[in-house]
């Protein structure tokens, strides 16, 4: 009963640490994006990319026009499936 307890106490304060340590860097994200420190990655694959990765967008884009499935395009560009459907979903949001 008493290990028991033990366990739980423990338990409990690693918990509370862990939840103060997500707070603080939550915190110190916004602060980050405040003085445009934070931006996040570079997008690789875009419409005003250049050299190859305008050549593995175009690609994309013409297979997806074509009517390839996203896995297929997938295993011929070795792009993530989650880039092809964003790539995807800008097309469509420009037409």
Request: charged share 35%.
């Amino acid at each position: 009963m008493i290990s028991n307890l033990v366990l739980t106490l423990l338990s409990w304060m690693v918990e509370e640490e862990r939840n103060r340590i997500r707070t603080a860097q939550r915190e110190g994200i916004e602060i980050a994006k405040e003085q445009g420190k934070y931006t996040g990655r570079k997008v690789r694959y875009h419409a005003e990319a250049k050299g190859a990765d305008k050549l593995v967008y175009d690609k994309i884009v013409k297979m997806l026009s074509i009517g390839h499935s996203v896995m297929n395009i997938h295993r011929e560009t070795d792009v993530s499936r989650n880039t092809i459907y964003k790539i995807k979903r800008e097309v469509k949001k420009k037409e």
